[in-house]
């Protein structure tokens, strides 16, 4: 039983590139979710998926898409990186949306140069 | 809407002294709270949580009681020890969006 796992751990891209990071979790979880963690600003939630076949967008959506591949998979897309898009990136799952807790990957840390 | 604060960091304490990173919080409704933590390199992890009102989270000798009155949600140690250097993050969760809406995160060193 993996949790949920993330790849890649470490990207470097140089700006205008695109690249997806990819999420997937064993845990039958019905809501993912994408946040960014930037120094002193904690986790900020890029989009959210409530269920296999819905998506939203969070507080910091710009510059991002998603796609809810299946209820394993949740993939965030970035199509023309830009350097304020530095960041750790952490997808989370959980049973159900709103209120209960959530569980996280290892993150992937992504440098735009 | 919603927010949480935390302590600032860095904290630094030596090992079997006692800890306490506070947080409050700003919510309508009733949100369930949680402490994460999260090593060097390493994701979030759940350390404790409470659902309701005076429930009292605890797990690895850590403890957090939900208090309404106060709208606090402190995380306290009686003996820390040098594994427990991490960066602590307090969370409500029933944001708008389904999120866990995050303070801004508590560095603590335990020196031996």
């Known amino acids: 039983n993996a949790g949920v796992t993330q790849t890649p751990k470490f990207q470097v891209l140089k700006t205008g590139q695109s690249m997806t990071l990819q999420c997937a979790q064993d845990?039958?979880?019905?809501?993912m979710y994408w946040y960014r963690q930037d120094p002193g600003m904690g986790l900020r939630l890029i989009y959210y998926?409530?269920?296999?076949?819905?998506?939203d967008k969070g507080e910091v959506p710009n510059g991002y898409n998603v796609s809810r591949l299946n209820k394993r998979e949740f993939s965030l897309r970035l199509e023309s990186a830009a350097p304020s898009q530095t960041s750790v990136y952490f997808c989370?799952?959980?049973?159900?949306?709103?209120?209960?807790?959530?569980?996280f990957g290892p993150g992937t840390r992504l440098t735009v140069l | 809407g919603d927010s949480v604060t935390q302590m600032e960091g860095p904290v630094t304490l030596s090992e079997e002294a006692f800890l306490t990173i506070n947080c409050t919080y700003t919510?309508?409704?009733?949100?369930?709270l949680f402490w994460y933590v999260q090593y060097p390199g390493e994701g979030l992890q759940l350390l404790l949580k409470a659902t309701k009102a005076d429930d009292k989270g605890s797990n690895k000798g850590f403890e957090a009681t939900y208090r309404k009155e106060t709208t606090s949600f402190h995380l306290e140690k009686g003996s820390v020890q040098v594994s427990d250097s991490a960066v602590y993050f307090c969370?409500?969760?029933?944001?708008?969006?389904?999120?866990?809406?995050f303070g801004k995160g508590t560095k603590l060193s335990v020196k031996p």
């Open positions: 969370a409500l969760s029933g944001g708008s969006q389904g999120n866990l809406i």
């Open positions: 989370a799952s959980s049973e159900a949306w709103g209120w209960n807790e959530q569980f």
């Open positions: 998926s409530a269920s296999e076949g819905t998506t």
């Open positions: 845990m039958n979880h019905n809501s």
């Open positions: 919510a309508t409704g009733y949100p369930s």
